[in-house]
């Protein structure tokens, strides 16, 4: 057996009966939606098929875990994100959106991983108040981001390539001075504690 099929573990097959109950074929046992959000959390890869008709459903379930997740309070799609992505579906950009979307998921994860490392090598364990800060201000970029989608459907005015970046320029500078406040913070507090 080759080294790959041995390092990447098969997807968790969970079936799906008309009672809308989830069944774990790996561990022989009833599971809930809250259940494969935890399964997504950790990494676990699965697939979801109808257990009548044998169709993946896979889709509309994690579409299901999405909607449960923002209804509980944890709203982190946009309402303007939501209705430009409604409107892309009677275009022909349906095709190109899915791969858009998970390389635009993919450097916001990546720049948040950056993030974190680079506040680690800075602060170490030591938690700077103002970081949620930060992170409202980084979930607001990807928020502004995501407003590149409105011209595809023609749901609001294309803006122009200068008006973006210039928000953009300003955004940096605004990070950098927060970096710059909570560096002078940290001195502040190491000092009085010597």
């Known amino acids: 057996m080759n080294e790959t099929a041995q390092s990447t573990p098969q997807p968790v097959v969970v079936k799906k009966y008309a009672n809308r109950r989830l069944y774990n074929t790996e561990s022989s046992s009833y599971i809930t939606l809250d259940n494969l959000a935890e399964m997504v959390r950790n990494n676990r890869d699965f697939v979801v098929y109808d257990a009548k008709s044998g169709d993946d459903i896979t889709r509309s379930v994690l579409t299901q875990i999405i909607v449960e997740e923002e209804g509980k309070g944890n709203a982190l799609l946009p309402v303007n994100f939501l209705r430009q992505l409604i409107g892309v579906y009677h275009t022909d950009m ?30 170490g364990t030591f938690m700077p108040p103002g970081m949620e800060d930060v992170s409202r201000k980084n979930m607001e970029m990807m928020e502004r981001a995501m407003t590149l989608f409105s011209p595809f459907y023609g749901g609001t005015e294309a803006k122009s390539e200068a008006a973006p970046a210039q928000a953009y320029q300003d955004e940096i500078t605004t990070l950098r001075a927060e970096v710059t406040r909570l560096q002078t913070e940290l001195t502040a507090l190491k000092t009085k504690e010597k």
């Open 94 to 123: 349906p095709n190109l959106m899915p791969k858009y979307l998970e390389q635009a998921m993919a450097h916001f994860m990546r720049q948040q991983e950056n993030m974190r490392e680079t506040v680690s090598k800075t602060f």
